[in-house]
Every structure is written in structure tokens, then in C-alpha cells.
């Protein structure tokens, strides 16, 4: 073929190709629209068997009323939890899937009574079973779904189950299996978590934070025996926030220690965890905090000395009103605002001054003026 | 057969003949290389869509997203929109998100713009302790709100958008910061979709982008979009089109090699500290969007720092199209200007190993599309005619090649329909994909060589060193009739 040949069919084919794949997308989206159409309306009467079944025991002759020719067998089944895995057919299973979504989109939004009865409608139908088979789909949303869906309704199989996703190949899956595994109780070791998650390595992101929080709030021990052990700076940093969220007194020896990490994050955090806990012994670290060489300590150790309060640090935050970053600064004239008393005098007389400290002493003192 | 005919060239001079032969190369090649590489960008693009994972709704994205996301403010410089104002702050308001500020700031508007935010909103003076961290023009009082403790508004003196960022980014006292115009409408959950990257990757991710739609010919009510439809004229249908290719296709792309060199101005969301330690918004540019990110890139590259940017396809913002040709040239002349300012104040990234796929494959990118593109481009309109017509260039050729260069330009707006489609599916008709499909064909004669003579004509301006901004007035969003 020559040259000039090529290059029409090459530019027949550039034109052809796209058109011909987005008018096949357009019957699709003709197709699908009017599956997507009945869809829709399923799920509204769906919506509302479940408003009925929320209310009060299933009533054949109310749910006519209010439903019209609408086919009754789902809300039997779900009622009567007849369901089993293996006979289903598939509308039955797709009505399941969609009751499931509706029952999780819902619990979003309620509480107490109601939302116990709503997990008791996913007990009663076979979310369960359609679940745990989710669980190895290959859609990363839908085993992420499956595993949120199964922690409403937890017994030792899904447990175990939960547990197995933690190998999942997927960082998103795993994070998720473990949040729902700390959320129901003590069903994993920090190791596993630590091991599991591969911290630091595939996994940074903030939803350790939340894993690590929910796990010290049950179990501070294993959290302090592991900083004892001075894991990397991530996991040190992860468990001295959440022994903070805690509020566990008997960490702050170890978090102490922690405060004069070589790390900048681990430092930082451990003057947020002092903030947190709010206890005096924290006092002497907080008084490093105010003379570390890195801002983001300076910053937080402010903070957590106006937090707790600290009367002894008004000297230290009153040199950090002239503090060269502006954070530290800041801060330090929020603490000693806070702090009151000596505080308050400090702030007073360094906005007779001159220079940076006087310009944010008599920042903060106005701006509290107008707020009053 | 031989490309470039020698039938005719023996009449003229062998120099006349040699230059018009390598200017048909230069202009064929730079043709080529910018269709093959929005080819490969397609590619890339539709292989990290394929792999997106979409939160399918607000409820879904509140319960999986909204425990890990960092509080955030929101900046609105505002320059005389006292006509939606009022509206676009409701909607901001209404967000979904657990913690976040809005500082808007008016910089110095002509109009009734802080009056109308003072009145709907009951605000009063107050005094807000900040520091004058990266440099702005003077700020003359600061409003806050005793119903919406979230609100903050900054009167200052007029100094430019970059400028009225700047003192928003010191206004604000959370870690993170979200860029939205005045008369943009972000979707409710839009904020908790844009922040996912830091949530996953907190300590490197210092910027994200997000995708900006067109609401010409939706329907908005509240300050929110209630029904996604398409304009009836063909200006913003083209750019609708457009719009798709440039987010769907070259940033998601670029975005994945840590490449990305705009994330747009109405809507970016980015680390306080990282912007503030780049040295802020430069003054006195008019692409202060892609000023910032170059900045970013070029500060964190030099110091060797690990960092990515990343462009996030679902989460959205809308916006109003220019409906005229005059405020429509007028806008690509200053886009075009933004360009090629920031490129020329970093140049020294091109080709530079030492900045990584930016110097090798975002600068070059933005030189072969942004820089010596349009010139060529156009120059090419003219030039190749005439060497047809003077049998420079053979005619069977020159047919082929006008052929295949329209069709990659259809397969490649044709192509990020298709993205849209197979992946997003955000356009809720049928019969609207069939209309953008016909508009993805049609933009590309016509559409496209005038959008490229407006950016000749802002090179030119660049060269004069034209300043300006242009004044864009806007039809206002069409607005659902409500009962009374």
C-alpha cells in the first residue's frame, strides 16, 4: 500500500473508529436507561416497604393499600427471612441488592430504635449471603460495600471474614476491613495492623489515623507497649495521636520519651497528644516543645501549653510572641490569652512594646474585643 | 509517491523553494507530534479512568470520605459580582464537608458587591489576628457574621485576583485552601471528592484539581444545579466539548506521571503551607493558575522534596461560559497570555533533568501546545494552500493530510466523549451524547482555527506586553422557576 493510501485509511479509521464505539455507547445508554428507569422505580417501592417495615410488623393488606399491584413475595421473604442463599432468583437477589443500598443509605441518617430495626431487615433478608460473596468480587467498590454492609451485622464467620480481606491485593479494601474490624471490638492485635496495612510503605493515608483512634479506645496497652518498642516514625506518630485521642494518662511517660524523637511529625504529634490528654506531668516536655528548633513543635506545644493549662510556661510563650514564624507566634499569644492571669499581664505589657511581639499582643487582645 | 512535489519549484528561486519545503516540514511535524501526543494522552487517560474508583453518591461520599478530610477554606476573591454574589456563597455554604471557612475576598469591587454581602448576611466588623505572609494590597476592614460563624469577608484595595488569593491564603488560619471563583457553583460534595488525595496521601499531595463543566443551558436554583441540560447556541456547546478534552484527556493524563501544569482557577485545592513556602500568587500576571502550579513544582523540585499534584475527574464545579465571540476571543487572548507569561518566568525547567517529567514532559508538552503550536498552527493555515498552490506540495498529499489532521482532531474530542461516557456518565441524556458527538465533529472546522487565531493574537500581546484582563459579562445562570 503506498504512503498516500496508508494515510486515508488511517484517517478513515481515526473517524470511523470513535464514532462507531460512541453511537454503540448511545443504544446502550438508550438500553440502560430504561433498565436504569425500572430500576429507579423498584427501588422506591422498595424505599418504602422498608418506611413500612420500620414502622410497624409486616401488614399484607396495608402495604396493598399504600403499594398498589406491587409484588409482595420481596417483603415476605424479608419479613419472614425466608430467603436462602442458593434458591434466589435473580430479581429477588437484585431487589436484595438494591433493599441493601437503600437500608445503608438510610442508617446514614438515623438513630437508636429505628436504625437497630434497620439492621435487623439486612439480618432478615440474604444481604449476608450476598455480601460475603461480594466480598471476592472484582470491583473494588463492591467488596469495600460488602465489608460495610457485613460489619452492621457481624457474627464470628464474618469476622473471620473481614479478617481474610485484610490480604486483599487492594490498599482501599484492606484499610477498610481493618476500620471495620477495630470499629467491632477487639478483633485485631496492633500487630496485625501494623503488619497488615503495611503502614508507611502502601498505606499513608489519614484513614489510619481513624483506625489507630477507634483501636486506642479500647485498647491503650497493646498502643503503649508498641511505642516502647520505638517503631518507624509513622506508626510512633499514628499511636501517640491516638493514645491522645484517648486521653490515657499512664501514656504520657511514654509519650514523653517520644518528644524528643529526631523526627519533626512524632514530636509535633506528641504535643498534640499532652494537648489532648491535658496532663500536667506532660509539663516539662511541653517546655522543650516551646524551644524546639522546628516551627511545627513550637506551634503545637503553644497550643497544648494553653490547652492544659500551663502558668509556668508564660514566660517561655511570652518569648515565643517573638517568635521569627508566625504560627508559633500566634499561638503563643492565643495560650497566654487562655492561660489568663499572668498571661493576660504578659500579653498586655509586650503590646506596649515594639516590634512583633507588641504587633500580635495587641492583634490577639483586639480581636478578642470584638468578639466580646 | 513523493510528498513534496519538485514540478513546479524549478520556476523559482532555490532558496524560496528550500524555505517553503522545511516551513511544510516544521508545520506537518508540529501537527503530528501534537496529534500523537493527545493520541497517547487518550490513553493514559482513559487506562486511570478505567481504574477510578467513582463514590457513587453524596451519602456514600459522606460515610467513606468526610471522617478523614482536613478542615479547609475556601477563598472567593470577588471583583464587582454583586449580580451572583450572594447566590454562589449560599451554595458554598450549603457544602457537604465537616469543617471548612469561606473567606471571601472583594478586591476592591466598583459595584455593590460588599454592600449586597452585607446586607444578606447581616455581617459586622470584626478583627481577625493574620499575618502579612506572602504580600498584598491594603486591607481595608474585615466582616464576619454572627448567623454563619463560617463567613468571613475581606474588604481590601484592588490589586487583581492573584493578589486577592494572597490575602485570603493569609485570612486563613486551616492547612488546606480551596480556589473557587465568585460566579462558579460547586456541587455539595464537590469538596469531599477534590480533598480524597490528601486524605490517601497526606504528607506528599500539595495540590489537587478538579473538573470544571459548563452550565450554560442547566438549570441552577439555590445556588445549586437542579438539571444538567446543554445550551441552545453553538459557542458554549464547542466549549463543552472542549472542556471535556482539556480535563478529561491532557490533565488526568499529565496527572498521572506527577506532570500536571494547570490546575484551573475556578476550582483547585491546595497545602497552605507548601503555597505560602513557594512565595504565594505572583503579582501581575493573568495566569496566576498556572503561575502556581509552576511555582510549586519548581520550588519543591529544586529542594528535592517528595510531593505530588493531582487532578481529580468527579468532583466538580460549574461555571458560565462566554455565549459571544467577542468575550470569548477575549478570554482564550488572555489565556493564551497566562501561558506563555508562565512559561517564559520558568523556562528554565525546559529540558532540565534536574525538574523530572516536569522539565522533561510537562514543559515540553506546554511548548508544543501552548507555545510554538499556535503559531505554527496558523502559520500552516496560510502556508500550506499556498504551497499546494504553488505545487510545493503535492496535491494528493496535501489532501491526505488535511483529511487525517481533521481526523484526529474528531477522534480525539470524539474520544473524550467517550471518556465521559464509558466512565463518568454525567451527561444525563441520550440525546445530548448525540449532540455533543455531532459538535466534537463540527468544532474542528472552523471552532478550532479561530480559537487559534485569538491566541496568535495574544501572543502578540504578550510580546506588546499587555497587561489586561478583559471584562467577561455574564447572562447569568438560568434559574428554575419556583412557585410562589
Known amino acids: 500500500m ?34 436504569e428507569r425500572r430500576l429507579q422505580e423498584r427501588k422506591k417501592a422498595l424505599m418504602l416497604l422498608a418506611m413500612i ?34 434458591r434466589r432468583k435473580p430479581q429477588l437477589r437484585r431487589d436484595l441488592r438494591l433493599l441493601r443500598d437503600i437500608v445503608q443509605d438510610l442508617l446514614g441518617s438515623v438513630r437508636g430504635g429505628t436504625r437497630e430495626r434497620l439492621v435487623d431487615l439486612l439480618r432478615t433478608t440474604a444481604a449476608r449471603e ?39 491485593r487492594e490498599p482501599d479494601v484492606r484499610l477498610a476491613a481493618a476500620r471495620n474490624l477495630v470499629s467491632l471490638g477487639p478483633n485485631l492485635t496492633v500487630d496485625d495492623l501494623v503488619g497488615k496495612l503495611d503502614i508507611g510503605a502502601t498505606i499513608r493515608s489519614r484513614m489510619l ?23 518507624p516514625d509513622l506508626v510512633t506518630a499514628l499511636s501517640i495521636y491516638a493514645l491522645g485521642t484517648a486521653q490515657d494518662y499512664s501514656a504520657v511517660a511514654v509519650i514523653t520519651r517520644h518528644a524528643r524523637s529526631a523526627s519533626i511529625d512524632v514530636r509535633a504529634e506528641a504535643m498534640r497528644a499532652f494537648a489532648a490528654i491535658g496532663h500536667p506531668d506532660a509539663e516539662p516536655a511541653v517546655l522543650q516543645g516551646l524551644r524546639d528548633d522546628a516551627w511545627e513543635v513550637r506551634t503545637e506545644a503553644a497550643i497544648c501549653a494553653g490547652r492544659i493549662p500551663l502558668p509556668r510556661a508564660v514566660h517561655l510563650l511570652r518569648e515565643r510572641l517573638d517568635d521569627i514564624e508566625w504560627w508559633p507566634r500566634f499561638r503563643a499569644a492565643e495560650a497566654l490569652r487562655t492561660i489568663g492571669g499572668e498571661g493576660r499581664t504578659a500579653l498586655e505589657t509586650a503590646r506596649m512594646g515594639v516590634g512583633r511581639s507588641a504587633s500580635i499582643a495587641d492583634m490577639i487582645l483586639a480581636e478578642e474585643s470584638a468578639a466580646a | 509517491m513523493s510528498v513534496f512535489s519538485s514540478l513546479s519549484t524549478d520556476a523559482l528561486p532555490s532558496y524560496v523553494a528550500a524555505t517553503a519545503w522545511w516551513a511544510s516540514v516544521v508545520i506537518l511535524g508540529t501537527g503530528a507530534m501534537q496529534n500523537l501526543l493527545a493520541m497517547l494522552q487518550l490513553g493514559l487517560a482513559f487506562n486511570v479512568l478505567r481504574r477510578w474508583r467513582l463514590v457513587p453518591n453524596a451519602v456514600r461520599a459522606w460515610r467513606q470520605l468526610s471522617d478523614t478530610s482536613l478542615p479547609i477554606s475556601l477563598l472567593v476573591p470577588a471583583y464587582n459580582e454583586d449580580a451572583t454574589v450572594v447566590a454562589n456563597v449560599r451554595s458554598m455554604l450549603a457544602l457537604h464537608y465537616p469543617r471548612f471557612e469561606i473567606i471571601v475576598i472583594n478586591d476592591g469591587s466598583n459595584d455593590a458587591t460588599l454592600q449586597t454581602l452585607i446586607e444578606n448576611y447581616d455581617l459586622r466588623p470584626t478583627v481577625r489576628v493574620y499575618e502579612e505572609e506572602v504580600p498584598h494590597q491594603p486591607i481595608k476592614a474585615v466582616y464576619g457574621s454572627p448567623n454563619f460563624p463560617n463567613l468571613i469577608v475581606v474588604d481590601k484595595e484592588n490589586g487583581g485576583k492573584a493578589d486577592a488569593l494572597n490575602a485570603g491564603i493569609n485570612m486563613s488560619r486551616l492547612p488546606m485552601f480551596c480556589v473557587v471563583d465568585a460566579d462558579s457553583i460547586l456541587e455539595a460534595d464537590s469538596l469531599l471528592r477534590a480533598v480524597q488525595p490528601f486524605s490517601e496521601d497526606p504528607d506528599r499531595v500539595i495540590a489537587v484539581g478538579g473538573t470544571i463543566r459548563i452550565a450554560n443551558g442547566s438549570t441552577v436554583h439555590g445556588g445549586r444545579v437542579v438539571s444538567v441540560g446543554l445550551p441552545n447556541t453553538l459557542l458554549p456547546l464547542f466549549q463543552i466539548v472542549e472542556y471535556l478534552r482539556a480535563f478529561l484527556i491532557a490533565r488526568l493524563a499529565w496527572s498521572e506521571f506527577n506532570a500536571l501544569m494547570l490546575i ?15 512565595g504565594g500568587y505572583s503579582h501581575g500576571t493573568v495566569g496566576e493558575d498556572m503561575e502556581i502550579i509552576l511555582k510549586l513544582h519548581r ?15 468527579d468532583p466538580v464545579c460549574w461555571t458560565e461560559a462566554p455565549e459571544r465571540l467577542g468575550m470569548l476571543g477575549s478570554q482564550r487572548k488572555r489565556w493564551q497570555r497566562g501561558a506563555l507569561e508562565s512559561f517564559f518566568k520558568h523556562i528554565r525547567m525546559l529540558f532540565n533533568p534536574r525538574f523530572g517529567v516536569v522539565g522533561l514532559i510537562g514543559f515540553p508538552y506546554v511548548l508544543l501546545f501552548d507555545v510554538i503550536g499556535p503559531p505554527i498552527e496558523v502559520l500552516g493555515y496560510f502556508l500550506i494552500p499556498v504551497s499546494w498552490y504553488f505545487g510545493f506540495l503535492s496535491p494528493e498529499f496535501f489532501a491526505a493530510y488535511l483529511a487525517l489532521t481533521f481526523a484526529w482532531g474528531i477522534t480525539i474530542s470524539v474520544g473524550a466523549l467517550l471518556l465521559e461516557e464509558m466512565e ?61
Open chain 1, 2 to 35: 503506498t504512503l498516500l493510501a496508508t494515510i486515508w485509511w488511517i484517517s478513515v479509521t481515526l473517524v470511523t473508529v470513535p464514532l462507531v464505539t460512541l453511537a454503540g455507547l448511545i443504544v446502550r445508554r438508550h438500553y440502560q436507561g430504561r433498565v
Open chain 1, 53 to 86: 417495615y420500620l414502622e410497624a410488623p409486616v401488614d399484607d393488606r396495608r402495604i396493598k393499600e399504600i403499594c398498589g399491584n406491587f409484588d409482595l413475595n420481596v417483603l415476605h421473604k424479608v419479613a419472614a427471612g425466608l430467603v436462602e442463599g442458593r
Open chain 1, 130 to 168: 450476598i455480601c460475603l460473596a461480594d466480598l471476592r468480587h472484582r470491583r473494588v467498590e463492591t467488596r469495600i460495600n460488602a465489608i460495610e454492609t457485613l460489619a452492621l451485622v457481624p457474627d464470628p464467620e464474618i469476622i473471620e471474614a473481614l479478617r481474610r480481606m485484610l490480604d486483599d
Open chain 1, 209 to 231: 489515623r481513624e483506625i489507630f483512634r477507634i483501636f486506642a479506645s479500647y485498647n491503650t496497652g497493646e498502643l503503649i507497649r508498641l511505642l516502647e518498642n520505638d517503631p
Open chain 2, 264 to 278: 484551573s482557577g475556578a476550582f483547585g485545592i491546595f497545602k497552605r503551607n507548601a503555597v505560602l513556602a513557594a
Open chain 2, 299 to 313: 520550588y519543591m523540585r529544586e529542594r528535592g522534596e517528595d510531593y505530588v499534584i493531582r487532578f481529580v475527574p
Open chain 2, 424 to 484: 463518568l456518565k454525567r451527561i444525563p441524556k441520550a440525546r445530548h451524547v448525540v449532540l455533543l458527538g455531532f459538535i466534537a465533529v463540527l468544532e474542528n472546522f472552523g471552532y478550532r482555527q479561530i480559537n487559534n487565531l485569538w491566541r496568535v493574537v495574544g501572543y502578540w500581546q504578550f510580546l506588546r506586553g499587555s497587561k489586561e484582563w478583559g471584562r467577561m459579562t455574564r447572562a447569568g445562570f438560568q434559574q428554575a422557576r419556583t412557585r410562589e
